[in-house]
Each structure stands twice: as structure tokens, then as C-alpha cells.
């Protein structure tokens, strides 16, 4: 049997961002960010003052590598070891948010998702992990590019 955990806690309203730290208290005083550069952005000054005023750290900010690619999980997941960070934050769409959760899981730490996307009101997502990795499976393939979920 297969079996796929969704969304622990969805989220969505206007203004969200700015109070995503009571949300993201729970899990920690030391939080990374890491999303796409446009994601980033728009979303790290409204996150980093909403952690401040609750006095959790944005320790560091990191872009997530353009890709769900085995490389960019180990790139990310090496900057982060030595962090001691308690939560991870992910901005922006689909491949950056499979690519943290894949970041998160490997670090055991909880993941909060800013999904980006052209709508007017921003979720918040609690996750679980579950995530698209995209491979190259051969180079007799052409180096096409095929998805794998883990």
C-alpha cells in the first residue's frame, strides 16, 4: 500500500506573511530561508521582521538552486548542518518547495512553505514531506531529465 501525508496545516489570507512567525514559534528560535531568487525577494523582509518581533533568528538565506536535483539537496543540506537551525522556511513554487522538503526531511527539522504563485492571497503551508526529485537517468537517454518521488 501506498500511502501519501499531505499538508499538516494550511493557511491562507491576506497579509499572511506578516504574522508567519506565530506560526513558525513553535518550532524553534532559528529558522532558515531558502527559495527562488524572485521568491526571496518578495518574501524574506516581511518574514524576517515578522520572526524579529518574536525574537526567532533568520539565520541564514539561501537560494534553493533552480532545480529538484540530488545535487542541490546536498549542496543545501551541507550549508545548513552546521547551522543549528530548528525550522526551514521555503519560498517560491513547486520545485523549490519539493526541493526543501527533500532538505528538511534529510536534517529532521519541521518546513513551513510561502507558496508563490500569482494569486492575490498567499498560503502558508505546515508540511510533511513527500517530494519530486527530477534525475538524469542515463546519458544514452540525451540527459533528458526524469522525475522520481520520494
Given amino acids: 500500500m501506498k500511502v ?27 529558522a532558515a ?3 527562488g531568487h524572485t521568491s526571496l525577494a518578495i518574501v524574506e523582509k516581511s518574514i524576517r521582521q515578522s520572526l524579529a518581533e ?3 533568528t533568520l539565520g541564514i538565506s539561501l537560494w534553493y538552486g533552480g ?9 543545501l543540506v551541507e550549508a545548513l548542518a552546521s547551522k543549528n537551525i530548528d525550522v526551514v522556511i521555503v519560498a517560491g513554487g513547486g520545485k523549490a518547495i519539493d526541493t526543501v522538503k527533500a532538505v528538511a526531511y534529510r536534517l529532521n527539522i519541521p518546513l513551513v512553505a510561502s507558496q508563490q504563485s500569482l ?7 505546515l508540511f510533511r514531506y513527500f517530494t519530486v526529485m527530477w534525475v538524469n537517468l542515463s546519458e ?3 540527459n533528458q531529465k526524469h522525475p522520481i518521488w520520494c
Fill in 33 to 35: 530561508l531558502i527559495g
Fill in 119 to 125: 494569486r492575490p492571497v498567499q498560503p502558508l503551508h
Fill in 67 to 75: 532545480e529538484s536535483s540530488q545535487t542541490n539537496i546536498d549542496r
Fill in 54 to 56: 518574536i525574537e526567532i
Fill in 4 to 30: 501519501t501525508v499531505g499538508h499538516a496545516q494550511y493557511i491562507r489570507r491576506t497579509g499572511l506573511l506578516n504574522e508567519a512567525g506565530s506560526y513558525i514559534q513553535n518550532f524553534g528560535k532559528t
Fill in 140 to 142: 544514452s537517454d540525451g
